[in-house]
């Protein structure tokens, strides 16, 4: 699947769409992502961006950190060409903090056409919260329990 949304400075989605892509990496998937997210930036006239992706690996290797996985070295290239047109800061985003790009992704899954919102009301009632929950600066956590092992319990 692909997907990938916009907002402006105060938060207000501006752009979000999903499609599934079929069975592919998640390298691939977001190099499909972010080369369509440039051009959109670009013909809507935003001139300074900040591309936030939760692959730490795209991210360094827009910022030039790490080396090009050959795969993707030709796309790339040409996300590269089209970044230089704008002003481009990119920086890694935990998944918590990307939650309506999952929620774009899980609507993916289920689609077989692209799906696109150009706004907030467009938006179903869980993307609407997302957007709610991130304005509204409610924090996501991530929260692990720590399982007791069976040899451990035993021994207590």
């Known amino acids: ?14 752009h979000a769409a999903a499609e ?20 959109y ?9 900040i591309l936030e992706s939760d692959s730490l690996l795209m991210v360094k ?4 950190a790490w080396k090009v996985p050959w795969v993707i070295a ?18 890694h985003i935990y998944r918590e903090g990307n939650k309506l790009a999952d929620y774009l992704a899980n609507l993916a899954i289920n689609s077989i056409e692209k ?9 179903l009632s869980l993307g609407r919260k997302i957007i709610n929950m991130e304005k509204a600066q409610i924090p996501s956590l991530r929260c692990r329990t720590k399982r ?8 207590c």
């Open 41 to 49: 930036c670009g013909n809507k006239k935003m001139r300074k961006i």
């Open 74 to 91: 030709e796309e790339f290239d040409e996300l590269k060409q089209e970044m230089t047109k704008l002003e481009v800061k990119t920086q």
């Open 115 to 123: 799906t696109t919102f150009s706004s907030y009301q467009q938006l």
């Open 148 to 155: 007791i092992l069976q040899h451990h319990a035993q021994r």
């Open 61 to 64: 290797i827009i910022n030039e």
């Open 1 to 14: 699947m692909q997907h990938g949304w916009g907002k402006n400075s105060n938060g207000d989605l501006i």
């Open 20 to 39: 599934n892509i079929g069975i592919t990496t998640n390298v691939e998937a977001e190099m499909r992502a972010i080369p369509e997210a440039i051009p």
